[in-house]
Nanobody, 124 residues
Framework: QVQLQESGPGLVKPSQTLILTCTVS??????????WHWIRQPPGKGLEWMGA???????FDNPSLKSRASISRDTSKNQFTLQLSSVTPEDTAVYYC????????????????WGQGTQVTVSS
């Protein structure tokens, strides 16, 4: 059973860079069957896909984030990371990491595994 766990700061100041880490257990980032995604859900809104990384390290991002989001991984720790630069209060959301066999997964039930989510608030 694959398990994912997000970690990172709960509060970030505007203009700073948010860094979140997802630790994977019971599975491997090198598993060619899965894409490893970052998704967020702002308060009162739907899911927003932020990007993904595959087994080879190829990165797929969401152009609407205007290159503010960057995904990387550390296969020795079985972790992948989201960096979001120049945050504003509009980046306040619950952030999730998830695994899916489909790169185009966008609805909650399209993902095979989810982390529990971590609340991030952007405020001075």
């Amino acid at each position: 059973q694959v398990q994912l766990q997000e970690s990172g700061p709960g509060l970030v100041k505007p203009s700073q860079t948010l860094i979140l880490t997802c630790t994977v257990s019971g599975g491997s980032l090198l598993d060619h069957r899965y894409y490893w995604h970052w998704i967020r859900q702002p308060p009162g809104k739907g899911l927003e896909w932020m990007g993904a990384i595959d087994y080879s390290g190829s990165i797929f991002d969401n152009p609407s984030l205007k290159s503010r989001a960057s995904i990387s991984r550390d296969t020795s720790k079985n972790q992948f990371t989201l960096q979001l630069s120049s945050v504003t209060p509009e980046d306040t959301a619950v952030y999730y990491c998830a695994a899916a066999k489909d790169l185009a997964a966008r609805t909650r039930d399209a993902y095979d595994y989810w982390g529990q989510g971590t609340q991030v608030t952007v405020s001075s």
